[in-house]
């Protein structure tokens, strides 16, 4: 069953032109992971400096391969410098029948 996964950022104002920059990078990594069926970037239409990434995972378990590596040999280290917040990830199931 597909798993969606809805991360949010907000960057520091200062900061917005080195995070689109980190974020191609991360983005492209992602979207070429086993298992990733998409990633769209949502830039909020009244703060600017936040952005919600909605990842669509073809399962739990590949999400969760995902996580580990984004927690190991994958961690995205130039990125804590420039959020203005803690991340925040939403994840959920797809419901077929809606």
């Known amino acids: 069953m597909e798993l969606i996964a809805v991360l ?3 960057f520091k104002p200062e900061s917005l032109d080195k995070a689109r920059e980190v974020m191609a990078r991360v983005l492209g990594e992602t979207r ?3 298992g990733c069926v998409s990633v769209k970037s949502v830039i909020d239409g009244r703060d600017p400096n936040t952005w919600r990434f909605v990842e669509t995972w073809e399962s739990a378990e590949h999400d969760a391969a995902y ?3 984004r927690a190991g ?3 995205i280290t130039d990125l804590g410098p420039l959020l203005a917040a803690s991340p925040s990830l939403m994840t ?3 419901d077929p029948l809606m």
Do not use: I, Q
């Open 73 to 75: 040999e994958g961690a």
């Open 67 to 69: 996580r580990k590596f």
């Open 32 to 34: 070429g992971f086993p």
């Open 92 to 94: 959920g199931t797809v």
């Open 8 to 10: 949010e950022l907000t």
